[in-house]
């Protein structure tokens, strides 16, 4: 039996990608599964905490400001700049420009660098069988190549990413586009995401939102001060709560 919202019934389920569906396999969004066969891991690790975020903050605020990256091609381009910027901050790590290109062909073509969390490879199949699917994310185009090396890939409808239309969450592109291509009106969906702002972008056009808080410490906190979503702890809770 399908779900049903303010008596409306949920033709279909939008997902954020990460930390609702996968994570990244080494544990951090830009340290790549082959980062340590490329640089020093104990020199790395030598490295003061602070100094290592600071680097990837450096790193951070400029790929954020790309807000249009069309392909894989561009988006290789945009991480060899991202690491540069990160070896630049951490001259001590002695990364040359085959280290940086190395580190950002890893990030951009190895597929396997996010792993899906089990709820996710065993409900997805099954919520397709009820409902229209769609993945919105801000990412990059390299994200569909993991979800098609994944083998999810073909269970989603409609895929937006971010980079590829020019916007982030909570801008109402990201999710009327998802929208238009499943052809539902938003009181039809449910919106998944991790980020309460999101989940605030989704209620303003009328979709039902859940925060999904996968740690257990900000599931508990979010259970106590959010009322304006259902706050659920994995994708089982979502099926429970429809």
């Known amino acids: 039996m399908r779900g049903r919202s303010h008596g409306t019934e949920i033709k279909a389920l939008l997902f954020d990608s990460g930390r609702v569906l996968n994570r990244p396999a080494s544990g951090h969004w830009f340290i790549t599964p082959n980062f340590f066969y490329v640089i020093d891991e104990r020199s790395f690790k030598s490295i003061d905490k602070h100094s290592i975020n600071n680097a990837f903050h450096k790193a951070g605020k400029y790929i ?10 561009e988006e290789y381009i945009h991480f060899v700049e991202f690491y540069r910027i990160f070896s630049a901050e951490l001259p ?41 699917l769609a993945v919105v994310s801000d990412a990059w185009p390299s994200l569909d190549h993991v979800y098609r090396e994944s083998g999810l890939r073909d269970y989603f409808s409609s895929f937006i990413i971010s980079s590829v239309l020019g916007v982030t969450k909570p801008h109402e592109l990201m999710y009327m586009t998802a929208l238009e291509e499943l052809q539902l009106s938003p009181s039809e969906v449910l919106f998944i995401d991790d980020n309460i702002r999101n989940c605030d972008g989704a209620k303003k056009l ?11 410490k900000l599931y508990i906190y979010y259970k106590i001060t959010c009322k304006k979503h259902t706050v659920i702890r994995n994708i089982n809770e979502l099926v429970k709560n429809m």
């Not at 062909?105 to 009820?130: G, M, Q, R």
């Not at 009328?206 to 257990?216: E, P, Q």
């Open 206 to 216: 009328g979709i039902r939102a859940f925060l999904l808080c996968r740690d257990w």
């Open 64 to 73: 954020s400001e790309q807000s249009l990256i069309k392909d894989k091609d």
């Open 92 to 132: 001590q790590l002695g990364m040359d420009d085959k280290h940086i290109k190395s580190i950002a062909e890893d990030l951009v073509h190895n597929n396997k660098k996010y792993t899906f969390y089990n709820d996710a490879i065993e409900l997805i199949p099954k919520l397709s069988e009820k409902y229209k």
